[in-house]
């Protein structure tokens, strides 16, 4: 009795059929190899070290923070006409108060900011704000007698700080910018007027390095007291990248 032999391996069309799944197998593995269909790398890409050599110099620094400044300025897109704010009465009664009690230099800027709920916005320099915020404070029409929040903002070209003031008598609004050189930043503290402000000038000292002469006691409150830096920058580079 003799045993059939099983000739399905030798017949062409199953010959074929495996030679069409061992190429899609092997091409299965070079994708894989060279970083698969969803064009993930399977092998660590090399990254460029950075040394002291290679980093970019304060000038150059410097120039790409202007560079970057400058191209957001010019692709902004220019303001659609709007109906005045009903705000801008309300704006252009502060600002006139300000400058017959402060100087006409005390208030550089002013805005109806429409995406924040119509907000008027005054951007006061350093030396003229402990005198503008007590005004604020106690001036019959405005008595903006409560300070709700504090920002620090770093613009890359300058560093600046926003005050947020809200009246609980009338319930108006105000946020009042104070803008300040990155080098050696400073604003005057105003938490003898709103002690509110104590703990977050300290804070914007913290994380922007931004120093508020005549605060009673300005020392960091975030980061360990022997922190190198301040975090909030964009020209922060911490001296241990994994931390």
Avoid at 94 to 110: C, F, L, T, Y
Wanted: hydrophobic share 35%; aromatic share 6%; charged share 30%.
């Amino acid at each position: 009795m003799t045993e059939d032999k099983d000739n399905s391996l030798s017949d062409p069309a199953t010959v074929q059929d495996n030679k069409i799944i061992e190429d899609s197998q092997a091409d299965n593995k070079e994708e894989t190899l060279l970083g698969g269909s969803e064009g993930q790398p399977a092998v660590a890409e090399t990254q460029p070290v950075v040394t002291a050599a290679t980093a970019p110099s304060d000038e150059e620094a410097k120039a790409a923070r202007a560079a970057r400044a400058a191209e957001r300025a010019a692709s902004a897109q220019p303001a659609a006409a709007q109906e005045p704010s009903p705000n801008q009465p309300r704006l252009d009664r502060m600002i006139s108060i300000i400058r017959e009690a402060a100087g006409e230099d005390a208030v550089s800027e002013a805005y109806i900011n429409v995406i924040d709920g119509h907000r008027p916005y005054l951007v006061v320099p350093p030396v003229h704000w402990p005198v503008v915020a007590g005004l604020l404070r106690d001036h019959e029409e405005l008595h903006l007698d409560y300070l709700r929040s504090v920002a620090g903002i770093d613009y890359e070209m300058h560093m600046e700080v926003g005050y947020y003031l809200i009246s609980l008598d009338t319930k108006d609004e105000v946020c009042i910018k104070v803008k300040t050189n990155r080098e050696q930043p400073s604003i005057p503290t105003i938490s003898p007027i709103w002690p509110t402000a104590n703990w977050n000038e300290r804070e914007i000292y913290d994380l922007f390095g931004i120093d508020f002469p005549g605060h009673p006691d300005l020392r960091r409150i975030l980061m360990p007291d022997d922190w190198i830096g301040h975090p909030m920058r964009k020209d922060y580079e911490p001296l241990d990248p994994e931390v």
